[in-house]
């Protein structure tokens, strides 16, 4: 028995934000084998039904949403490729050609963008972590030190959905030693040395609130972000990246566990 809900029919989202681990339409016998609940008829998702965040639905039908949000929680795969990407896009406009008196605001803005980038990728990997595997779903519940209401943990299901949810997108992920403890309290991950990678959001906090002046600098200099600056900044980022999928190598298998295998 895995993680699967089989529909006899279709699945329809009329109200509500509705997210699984992956819906499958024209879904064969071979996933309701595999179900640990069948429905028969149509499951139909209003404001209050809870669709169960680590769980995969399947049809034997169609799945289709009138005016609701229906979508599924992110691989790590897709948030590690989402990462690369946008990187790659970073890269290209440091490449381009850019009036010498412009390139120094040029590259502030790239700055910003290469540990914005960071953030979203270690926001993401956590949510989808979490939200897709039910042993880090109770770690993070019961392990971790977040505001989750005692209220909202009684209540369960889609309430307490909801907070996690809401918990792990307000995470700052540039308060390094906060991941660090996410990572090792949910996953049993220690993550990479960070204090070279702690000294360039630093910076980013200077660049974003002072344009680049330290709290202590009041001369309104502007400072000069060279493209060594930011191509040493790419390579830091990309390294610790890196490392920390390295280090996320069992948690990643045990996301994809009864995943990747499942259907025909």
């Given at each position: 028995m895995e993680r699967i809900v089989f529909v006899e029919?279709?699945?329809?989202?009329?109200s509500g934000k509705h997210f699984a681990k992956e819906f499958v339409c024209l879904a064969t016998d071979e996933y309701k084998e595999k179900a640990i609940e069948v429905i028969n008829g149509n499951l139909e998702l209003y404001e209050h039904n809870r669709i169960i965040p680590y769980y995969i639905y399947a049809a034997?039908?169609?799945?289709?949403?009138?005016?609701?949000?229906?979508?599924v929680v992110h691989s790590p795969r897709n948030v590690l490729n989402l990462y690369k990407e946008e990187i790659e896009k970073i890269k290209r406009l440091l490449n381009l050609e850019v009036p010498d008196d412009l390139r120094s605001t040029h590259n502030r803005h790239l700055f910003i963008g290469v540990i914005g980038t960071l953030e979203l990728f270690l926001s993401e990997i956590i949510s989808c972590l979490v939200l897709g595997e039910e042993h880090f779903y109770h770690n993070f519940v019961e392990k971790t030190n977040y505001k989750i209401s005692l209220k909202d943990v009684e209540e369960g299901g889609q309430i307490l959905d909801k907070a996690i949810y809401r918990v792990i997108h307000n995470i700052n992920a540039h308060k390094l030693k906060e991941i660090k403890d996410v990572f090792k309290n949910?996953?049993?991950?220690?993550?990479?040395?960070?204090?070279?990678?702690?000294?360039?959001?630093e910076k980013r906090h200077d660049l974003v609130h002072r344009n680049g002046n330290s709290v202590d600098d009041r001369t309104l200099?502007?400072?000069?972000?060279?493209?060594?600056?930011?191509?040493?900044?790419?390579?830091?980022?990309?390294?610790?990246?890196?490392?920390?999928?390295?280090a996320l190598v069992l948690p990643i298998e045990k996301w994809n566990e009864g995943f990747e295998s499942t259907g025909p």
């Open positions: 029919g279709d699945i329809i989202a009329y034997r039908g169609g799945v289709a949403s009138v005016s609701a949000t229906l979508g949910v996953f049993d991950v220690n993550i990479p040395n960070t204090s070279e990678l702690g000294r360039y959001i200099r502007y400072v000069d972000i060279t493209d060594k600056i930011l191509q040493d900044l790419i390579l830091v980022v990309d390294t610790f990246v890196d490392h920390l999928m390295d």
